[in-house]
């Protein structure tokens, strides 16, 4: 008997593999967002829930500027939602300030320290 194995009672179900889009609930990859994070020279040291969460910011936002897009193509009586419905989207929501150039006013002058 000492040299006979059960296979059978050893076997343990295998775990199903979930990535961490399904895990979270997520659309968007977000094993992509974190290599991409991480590629950049910004991101030396991260948590391992920065990537999750920064991908539902990026989800969020896209799924209100697709909403709002939407909103106008019917507003416009069309079915298909153009990049012109994005764009009036866009312009006409809270959201323009996350998509304007001018957020930050240039400085004619630096101040100069005070003695």
């Avoid at 897009?69 to 019917?74: R, S, T, V």
Wanted: net charge positive.
């Amino acid at each position: 008997m000492s040299g006979e194995r059960r296979h059978h009672s050893s076997r343990r179900r295998k775990k199903r593999v979930l990535s961490r889009s399904t895990r979270a609930e997520l659309q968007f990859p977000v094993s992509r967002v974190d290599r991409l994070l991480r590629e950049g020279s910004n991101a030396h040291r991260m948590s391992w829930c920065t990537p999750v969460f920064f991908t539902g910011i990026l989800e969020y936002l896209t799924a209100n500027i697709l909403d709002l897009a939407g909103k106008e193509a019917h507003n416009h009586h069309q079915v298909l939602i153009t990049p012109e419905h994005v764009e009036r989207a866009v312009d006409n929501s809270h959201l323009s300030y996350i998509f304007d150039d001018d957020i930050h006013p240039q400085v004619d002058e630096m101040p100069s320290p005070g003695k």
